[in-house]
């Protein structure tokens, strides 16, 4: 049957319940199967995600350090594990430890206490993800670890989202990354697929919050995946493609609360490319002419994408910037060349700068949505 890698997001473990459907959807696969969980998140729209919580305590916020105790507790009681006390001695001793043990905790514990719901093996992820003293990934000693731990056991829950330094510190991956370790034990594993389980059917045509009319795509390039996440595609953390994609690997994206949709097929067998508009915030639109040289240095190292206005100016795009006017990047995949001064109208942006088959307009923060909606209605709904 294979090896199968799957990985659980926040939303898919916020709870006693989340916890009981992930076991299902375990359970279903049969065969080899090593499932990496990311920490819970967040119950509904008030809620705080787990890691957050953790960082807090990490602050010394005691109040943080209760709710994490009783969220942990209801879940453990929920599923007949008795109480978490001693999961919870050694989160609360490792909090103080350093910032990265405190945000690893979430997953170390939601990994424990899913390992023994279901009687599966727990490993930790310190055992299994290498990184060196800088923090760089190591591959090579990653690949090797994953592979004796899968000789020994045709099974396992691992923890998301972090790993070990040389000296048996804990380093973490950016936000997100569990998405990370669920890809590269795919990857070196050569497993049948990986699956990521996360509360979305997979990749949409763009944020269903802005755009309710937003379509489901059933399969999409690796090459155009990297390209939307980039773009703020919010459904994978775009580090975790190339190891999956590198070791042949199709990635699928599934939603744990309709396990039975399609989802999303992510493959370079994919040929097809998919319109999708996708936005990232946090620039400040800056002319090139007013950057001094060292502004100018420092914007390079950003990676700054530049625009020209529909006067001839030239802007750079700085994310974190201080100085300059905000403004977000809206990217329209999919945007046919003779369609793009009605898009430009449709928007009204500050800039415009093509890339390949993207269009991408620099637009006002306070503009996003509505040049979302525009370029969705126009790509996708073919509204004139």
């Keep these: 049957m294979g090896i199968i890698a799957m990985k659980f997001g926040g939303s898919s473990v916020a709870d006693a319940a989340g916890f009981r459907r992930v076991r299902r959807i375990v359970e279903r696969q049969g065969g080899r199967v090593y499932v990496v969980l990311s920490a819970p998140g967040k119950r509904h729209p008030n809620d705080f995600k787990m890691t957050d919580l953790l960082c807090r305590a990490h602050g010394g916020d005691g109040g943080a350090l209760g709710e994490i105790h009783l969220r942990f507790s209801e879940i453990a009681r ?16 490792s909090i103080a430890r350093s910032a990265g043990w405190a945000a690893s905790r979430g997953e170390w514990v939601c990994a424990r206490m899913f390992a023994r719901y279901c009687g599966m093996p727990f490993v930790d992820a310190a055992k299994l993800i290498h990184f060196d003293a800088a923090g760089r990934l190591l591959r090579e000693p990653t690949q090797r670890a994953i592979r004796e731990m899968a000789a020994r056991l045709p099974c396992a829950v691992i923890p998301g989202f972090y790993g070990s330094l040389p000296d048996g510190e804990i380093q973490t991956f950016p936000r997100g990354g569990s998405d990370i370790t669920g890809a590269l034990l795919g990857a070196a594993l050569s497993a049948k697929r990986y699956e990521n389980w996360t509360d979305v059917d997979g990749l949409l045509s763009a944020d269903p919050a802005v755009c309710p009319r937003a379509i489901h795509h059933e399969a999409v390039s690796y090459r155009q995946m990297r390209r939307l996440s ?30 039975g949709n399609r989802g999303t097929y992510i493959s370079d067998r994919v040929q097809a490319q998919v319109a999708c508009v996708c936005h990232r915030d946090g620039f400040c639109a800056v002319p090139l002419e007013q950057l001094g040289a ?18 001839g100016e030239a802007l750079a795009a700085l994310p974190g910037f201080e100085a300059g006017r905000p403004a977000c990047i809206v990217s329209a995949f999919g945007l046919n060349a003779s ?6 109208a449709d928007v009204d942006p500050i800039a415009v700068r093509l890339d390949d088959d993207c269009a991408r307009f620099l637009v006002p923060s306070n503009r996003v949505r509505n040049a979302v909606s525009a370029l969705h209605e126009r790509i996708i709904e073919k509204v004139p």
């Design 78 to 93: 929920a599923l007949g594990l008795g109480d978490a006390n001693g999961w919870l001695a050694e989160l609360d001793a």
């Design 294 to 311: 060292d502004a100018r240095a420092v914007a390079s190292a950003l990676a700054a994408q530049t625009f020209v206005s529909a006067q």
């Design 339 to 344: 369609e793009l001064d009605a898009a430009r």
């Design 230 to 259: 980039l773009a703020g595609a919010r459904v994978l953390h775009p580090d975790c493609l190339a190891p999956a994609q590198e070791a042949g690997v199709p990635t699928i994206l599934k939603n744990t609360f309709a396990p």
